[in-house]
Nanobody
Framework: EVQLVESGGGLVQPGGSLRVSCAASGFTFSSYAMSWVRQAPGKGLEWVSSINNNGGSTSYTDSVKGRFTISRDNAKNTLSLQMNSLKPEDTAVYYC??????????????WGQGTLVTVSS
């Protein structure tokens, strides 16, 4: 059974940093691309970032470019998102998600339960 468990969310002041992580199990982590998707209060899902199976390619939505960094440790089956220079509009539940294949040109087929990040003074 595929399991994705996020951690690391919390309250941070504007301009601060936070790192959220996702522990993956139940599948061969190194074979699949992964993604972070967020949902702000009262809004729809927004794709944030993706990384291919070996970590050699990454992609970001424009609003987080230069501030967020996605990474993965295939030896530890862990996906991470380092978030710097956080803004109130980054407040959201952050979901870890798995792609169907090794690149992000496939569909997302598994999701974690999410971790809440709140950016507020």
């Amino acid at each position: 059974e595929v399991q994705l468990v996020e951690s690391g969310g919390g309250l941070v002041q504007p301009g601060g940093s936070l790192r959220v992580s996702c522990a993956a199990s139940g599948f061969t982590f190194s074979s699949y691309a992964m993604s972070w998707v967020r949902q702000a209060p009262g809004k729809g899902l927004e794709w944030v970032s993706s990384i291919n199976n070996n970590g050699g390619s990454t992609s970001y939505t424009d609003s987080v470019k230069g501030r967020f960094t996605i990474s993965r440790d295939n030896a530890k089956n862990t996906l991470s998102l380092q978030m710097n220079s956080l803004k109130p509009e980054d407040t959201a539940v952050y979901y870890c998600a798995k792609y169907y294949g090794s690149s992000w040109y496939t569909a997302l087929d598994a999701w974690g339960q999410g971790t809440l990040v709140t950016v507020s003074s």
